[in-house]
Every structure is written in structure tokens, then in C-alpha cells.
């Protein structure tokens, strides 16, 4: 594989496996791979595994199954928004505290020593060589099977999909879903006015709960404004996911909303 630099100007070689090893799984999940849809989705903190290698990060088998080790009900969105549309989506398998893969490569939590409020043991005081295999091994194949699925087509826009959780920090987070974006105004603009359209009672963020910036971002700068490919991360509350019944109805109001701006603006 050829070597990547990274955005810290590190050159990273994805060659042999040293972290990953047989039974491990392997760090992306793609969904209608073969899928000329002119919608890609994307889900960065889909999954919660851990290498063996790294014996669960230090951690209780408890903190796995909050909000700092995935986005919980992410998957299950994205999952039926491939199949209403048979869209190409990619995930990520492997826990947002392993390595984060929507931030850079250079970004100060890219592999977080705490995690509101939670200390991860496997994190701290990592070396620049654990550093880059992470990198090498999860990070750059996850990136790169997103480029080969943006080039694989003709695509018309992007959507991320995540989740949050209610209270951060002591701080409640009302609103129901959020719509982040940058350059790309129009696009968030016009999934939350078809969204309020037909929920008219439910509380849409824009930029909430929080903004996009070049530092801890890279779904939005890198695989959207790069390509000038319409786009957005769509950030749905956690609670609202907790069961199946739940990502039934966010997912169904998710797929009218970008039905109608396909046909309507995209077509």
C-alpha cells in the first residue's frame, strides 16, 4: 500500500498488520458497495470493537456501551437509510475510543486519554509508533474506502450520520436532531425545513450541538467542501434511539426529507 502524510506531516505505511490480527474485525463495513445511488452514507462511529491487543483500552465492559464508545443507534439509521434508497454506505467498526474517524489525523482527541469525564487506560501515554498503527490500521483504510466509494460514481451528496447524548458535562443538549455544516449552508438548510415540515413539534439544531471546525472535523471538510459535493452530519439525540422502533422513525423521517430534496434539488 502506498505511504499516506498525514495532515501532521507524518508518513504512515499501512503494510503488514501489527495491531490487527486474525479473529479482529475488519475496520470497515460497506453496505450496496456496488451502488451507482447518487447518495452515499456515512457512519464513523457505527461500531464499538476493540483490537485484542489492546485488552478492551483498560476499560469496564460497562463504558463500552455509552455514548463515549460509539454513537448509539447510529448504525441502525444508517443500515435503514442504505436500504430504503439501496445507497452505498460505510462504516466504521471500531470504537471512537480506539481512534476517532471523523477527526485529523492531528487532532488532540484523535485518540483520547479521557472521554467525559472517563479515563482510558490503553490511551495514556501512547507513543508515536502505537499512535501510527492505529492510524495505519484502522484510520487510513477506513478514509480511503470512502474515497473509492465517492469516485466509484456520479454522487449528488453526502450525509453522516451520528448521535449524541441528552446531558454532556452537566449541560443538557434539548434539541432533537442537528444539522452541522459549513460552507455548505444550503444543503442542512433544506433537510431541516423538510423535517420541520412534517414534525413540526420537534427541536432542530442548526449546528448543534456543536460546530464544525477544521481541528476536530473531517466528514465535512475533507469529504464534502474538498469535493464541493453537497453534504451534511446529521446529529440525531441518543435517547430517541434506544430501541429499534425508534431508528424505525428517525430513519423513515430521515429518508422522506432526503427523498424530497433529491427529486427536488438534486435531480
Request: negative net charge; charged residues 25%.
Given at each position: 500500500?502506498?505511504?499516506?502524510?498525514?495532515?501532521?506531516?507524518?508518513?504512515?505505511?499501512?503494510?503488514?498488520?501489527?495491531?490487527?490480527?486474525?479473529?479482529?474485525?475488519?475496520?470497515?463495513?460497506?453496505?450496496?458497495?456496488?451502488?451507482?445511488?447518487?447518495?452515499?452514507?456515512?457512519?464513523?462511529?457505527?461500531?464499538?470493537?476493540?483490537?485484542?491487543?489492546?485488552?478492551?483500552?483498560?476499560?469496564?465492559?460497562?463504558?463500552?456501551?455509552?455514548?463515549?464508545?460509539?454513537?448509539?443507534?447510529?448504525?441502525?439509521?444508517?443500515?435503514?437509510?442504505?436500504?430504503?434508497?439501496?445507497?452505498?454506505?460505510?462504516?466504521?467498526?471500531?470504537?471512537?475510543?480506539?481512534?476517532?474517524?471523523?477527526?485529523?489525523?492531528?487532532?488532540?482527541?484523535?485518540?483520547?486519554?479521557?472521554?467525559?469525564?472517563?479515563?482510558?487506560?490503553?490511551?495514556?501515554?501512547?507513543?508515536?509508533?502505537?499512535?501510527?498503527?492505529?492510524?495505519?490500521?484502522?484510520?487510513?483504510?477506513?478514509?480511503?474506502?470512502?474515497?473509492?466509494?465517492?469516485?466509484?460514481?456520479?454522487?449528488?451528496?453526502?450525509?453522516?450520520?451520528?448521535?449524541?447524548?441528552?446531558?454532556?458535562?452537566?449541560?443538557?443538549?434539548?434539541?432533537?436532531?442537528?444539522?452541522?455544516?459549513?460552507?455548505?449552508?444550503?444543503?442542512?438548510?433544506?433537510?431541516?425545513?423538510?423535517?420541520?415540515?412534517?414534525?413540526?413539534?420537534?427541536?432542530?439544531?442548526?449546528?448543534?450541538?456543536?460546530?464544525?471546525?477544521?481541528?476536530?472535523d473531517w466528514f465535512v471538510p475533507q469529504h464534502g467542501e474538498r469535493r464541493n459535493l453537497p453534504h451534511s452530519l446529521i446529529e440525531i439525540r441518543n435517547d430517541h434511539l434506544l430501541t429499534e422502533e425508534g431508528c424505525d422513525r428517525w430513519a423513515g423521517l430521515l429518508a422522506a426529507c432526503l427523498g424530497e430534496l433529491i427529486e427536488d434539488h438534486l435531480s
Amino acid at each position: 500500500m502506498h505511504p499516506w502524510h498525514g495532515r501532521s506531516g507524518a508518513m504512515i505505511l499501512a503494510a503488514d498488520r501489527i495491531l490487527l490480527q486474525p479473529g479482529d474485525p475488519e475496520p470497515v463495513e460497506l453496505v450496496n458497495a456496488d451502488s451507482r445511488h447518487p447518495l452515499v452514507i456515512v457512519c464513523e462511529h457505527a461500531g464499538r470493537a476493540v483490537p485484542a491487543a489492546l485488552a478492551g483500552l483498560g476499560l469496564r465492559p460497562a463504558d463500552m456501551d455509552k455514548h463515549v464508545a460509539y454513537d448509539i443507534g447510529a448504525a441502525s439509521v444508517a443500515r435503514k437509510l442504505a436500504a430504503a434508497f439501496g445507497a452505498p454506505l460505510v462504516m466504521q467498526r471500531y470504537s471512537r475510543l480506539v481512534i476517532d474517524c471523523n477527526r485529523p489525523d492531528d487532532a488532540r482527541d484523535l485518540i483520547p486519554e479521557v472521554s467525559d469525564g472517563i479515563t482510558v487506560p490503553g490511551n495514556c501515554g501512547l507513543g508515536p509508533q502505537d499512535r501510527c498503527r492505529r492510524i495505519a490500521e484502522i484510520f487510513l483504510p477506513y478514509r480511503e474506502a470512502l474515497d473509492r466509494i465517492l469516485d466509484a460514481a456520479p454522487r449528488r451528496i453526502a450525509i453522516a450520520i451520528h448521535s449524541f447524548t441528552p446531558v454532556l458535562a452537566g449541560i443538557s443538549r434539548p434539541w432533537d436532531i442537528g444539522f452541522l455544516f459549513r460552507k455548505d449552508v444550503a444543503t442542512s438548510h433544506a433537510l431541516a425545513r423538510a423535517l420541520s415540515r412534517r414534525r413540526p413539534d420537534l427541536q432542530v439544531g442548526m449546528n448543534q450541538p456543536y460546530a464544525i471546525d477544521d481541528m476536530s472535523d473531517w466528514f465535512v471538510p475533507q469529504h464534502g467542501e474538498r469535493r464541493n459535493l453537497p453534504h451534511s452530519l446529521i446529529e440525531i439525540r441518543n435517547d430517541h434511539l434506544l430501541t429499534e422502533e425508534g431508528c424505525d422513525r428517525w430513519a423513515g423521517l430521515l429518508a422522506a426529507c432526503l427523498g424530497e430534496l433529491i427529486e427536488d434539488h438534486l435531480s
